[in-house]
């Protein structure tokens, strides 16, 4: 059974610092999505990562993938109070995503 | 840009009561999935639907859920007779080609089980 593994499950951070949150999953894969959840939303999608190496950047995230350690990391810089919302990572089982459980950040002021 | 809609975006039913949820994927898209978030938790998958048929469920899927593509551009969930339990945000989406990109979804339909 696949098993993904978020950490931390809740964050809070001031705006201005760097963190990185921890995708670790259980099975070999060779897709990871990342998605942001806000509150009462849906899914949005922001990065896919297709194979091992993969570096993908957009604004203050940076997302990577290792799939020799089945590890994945989203690396927030420089944070700001918009970035504030629940991260998922997923990764593929079959035809379907297992989501991990999620992120919760929270950046203050 | 295409999007994937949901009707209802909230249901309230009364438990034993059939519901019936409709998504219309992107025009373009060949695969079709249902997922759904118990509020506070993680997203579940449930089925996905490529070629008029199930490809993979999930043990969540049980013999109480059905889907069908009636039409050609809608997607439906069908929860014959509702639980408590049901009561969660349910997430269709799609993708053109699971393979190499992304999956795509819509706003959530949220059910209420009384």
């Known amino acids: 059974e696949l098993k993904v593994e978020q950490n931390p499950l809740f964050l809070s951070m001031q705006e201005g610092k760097n963190y990185t949150i921890y995708c670790n999953y259980s099975t070999t894969s060779d897709r990871l999505y990342w998605y942001r959840q806000d509150p009462g939303k849906s899914l949005e999608s922001l990065f896919v990562l297709l194979s091992n190496g993969a570096v993908k950047q957009e604004g203050r995230l940076m997302a990577s993938l290792d799939t020799k350690a089945r590890l994945s990391t989203l690396h927030i810089t420089a944070a700001v109070h918009d970035l504030s919302a629940t991260y998922f990572c997923a990764v593929v089982r079959a035809d379907g995503l297992t989501f991990g459980k999620g992120t919760h950040l929270i950046i203050q002021p | 840009e295409p999007e994937v809609t949901q009707t209802p975006s909230h249901q309230v039913t009364q438990m034993g009561q059939e519901v019936i949820l409709r998504c219309v994927p992107i025009s373009n898209h060949l695969y079709f999935y249902w997922y759904r978030q118990i509020l506070g938790q993680k997203v579940e998958f449930l089925v996905s639907f490529y070629n008029n048929e199930i490809s993979e469920k999930s043990e969540i899927f049980d013999d109480q859920f059905s889907v069908e593509r009636p039409d050609g551009s809608n997607f439906t969930l069908k929860i014959r007779s509702t639980k408590l339990e049901d009561s969660a945000m349910y997430f269709c989406?799609?993708?053109?080609?699971?393979?190499?990109?992304?999956?795509?979804f819509g706003e959530g339909s949220r059910l209420t089980v009384l």
């Open positions: 989406a799609s993708s053109f080609r699971p393979q190499s990109g992304e999956l795509f």
